[in-house]
């Protein structure tokens, strides 16, 4: 059979749980007659949904590679990559700095499968990626029951027919967003848009005590549950919720579930939205850690690298995993309004990041329990803060 050298590579992969058990799918196509040319798929253990996305990406394009292995690739061979991650898809093209550790090995392999190829990146819908999802989650169940992936037994082609005018055609453009202040041009589709809920009044809140991760995860208090409920009300009229993730801490579920309950979605826990460890402090005031770990809180109050006494996490520790996450979730919910159920810490964190504020704007904002705040995350990288602290609808 003689090889093309034009190919479409449509890739993906996903976490259940990010992190959790990982895995990912990539299929090769012939643009000029749809045929499935390879199909490869694994299960990966425990990653995040970006890991598992670039890990698909680079086992495409060494398939790619193995189709053309009695040769070598030189020029002339084209690759057009089409994944539903804006964010491999912007970083591979250039458009995006990749900052994550875990991210610059997968890119810079990536990069060095096809020397001399000419491979081009778009970003699909997550519909339009169907062949590449069920291999990923193909695999992800093989995994389950200890097994490997094996093509033999593989349904996602019969399942994802495509014609040659659907592999060669360009992805459809993202639909028209209104342009907002400086900063949303008009071409640069839906914003995702974390809409961020500080939980309602636990028994610590009123007493102003440090209550991270570390500590008792107490409840939401009468006065929380109400808070809560208001919430959902206001939500529920307004109608913009599409999808709800929460921190793993109680008082964030409880105040997710009032709003969940409301809206008839599901509460998606992600780990790295958890408050902050606060170590020995947990559980006491801020004049009491004064008074007892002194020279501990000044160096805290001075420096994002100090952490609380007794193994708590510094705000440069607690600011690498929210932005982890707020890189997951902007990936994961492109051109959609989640609902963020969260902490102080984070809400803070989130808003510096998108701000490009220093760590010491934390100490400069208020946030009321239960208190509404909003980002929206652009095509280009680029964020908007919209809200910040509003409490009207606890009125």
């Known amino acids: 059979m003689s090889l ?56 495409g394009l060494r398939a790619v590679g193995a189709l053309l292995a009695d040769g070598p690739v030189g020029t002339g061979v084209q690759v057009r990559v089409r994944m539903d991650s804006k964010l491999v898809v912007e970083q591979m093209s250039g458009r995006w700095k990749i900052k994550h550790p875990d991210m610059k090995p997968l890119a810079a392999e990536a990069a060095a499968v096809l020397p001399g190829a000419d491979i081009t990146y778009e970003w699909i819908p997550r519909e339009r990626n169907k062949h590449a ?27 994802t027919p495509r014609s040659p005018e659907a592999a060669a055609a360009p ?12 900063g949303a041009a008009p071409d640069l589709g839906a914003p995702a848009t974390l809409v961020l809920l500080r939980h309602g009044e636990t028994a610590l809140t009123p007493q102003k005590r440090f209550s991270g991760s570390g500590g008792t995860d107490p409840a939401l208090s009468p006065a929380g549950l109400d808070q809560a ?34 809206l008839g979605l599901e509460v998606r826990v992600e780990d790295g ?10 559980g006491l005031t801020f004049g009491e850690v004064g008074e007892r770990y002194g020279d501990d809180l000044d160096a805290w109050l001075a420096s994002p690298d100090a952490a609380p006494t007794g193994g708590g996490e510094s705000f440069a520790e607690v600011a690498r995993r929210v932005a982890a996450t707020q890189d997951d979730l902007v990936t994961r919910y492109a051109g959609r309004t989640v609902l963020v159920v969260t902490h102080v810490t984070p809400i803070k ?42 409490t009207s609808h606890l009125r």
């Not at 992805?171 to 400086?182: C, F």
């Not at 008082?251 to 709003?259: F, H, I, K, Q, S």
């Not at 239960?370 to 964020?383: I, P, T």
Request: glycine letters at 8%.
């Open 4 to 59: 093309p050298r034009r190919f479409v590579v449509e890739a993906d992969g996903g976490s259940r749980g990010n992190p959790g058990p990982a895995g990912y799918g990539a299929v090769v196509i012939d643009p000029d007659t749809g045929e499935t040319l390879a199909e490869t798929a694994e299960y990966i253990g425990v990653a995040t949904n970006n890991v598992a996305e670039y890990k698909g990406l680079v086992a």
């Open 133 to 159: 999802d069920r291999l990923a989650n193909e695999a992800m169940d093989a995994g389950r029951r200890g097994a490997r992936w094996e093509p033999s037994a593989s349904t996602a082609a019969l399942d």
């Open 171 to 182: 992805p459809p453009s993202d639909p028209v967003t209104p342009q907002v202040g400086w």
């Open 229 to 262: 409920e208001r919430a959902a009300s206001a939500f529920a009229a307004r109608s913009t919720v599409q999808e709800i993730v929460s921190s793993p801490l109680r008082r964030c579920r409880e105040t997710a579930g009032a709003v969940a309950a409301r």
């Open 273 to 282: 939205l958890r408050e902050t460890d606060f170590g020995a402090w947990e």
């Open 349 to 390: 964190t989130l808003v510096r990041l998108a701000l490009g504020a220093p760590p010491e704007a934390l100490f400069r904002m208020e946030l009321s329990a239960a208190s509404v705040s909003a980002v929206a995350y652009y095509a280009d990288g680029n964020a908007s803060v919209r809200l910040l602290n509003d």
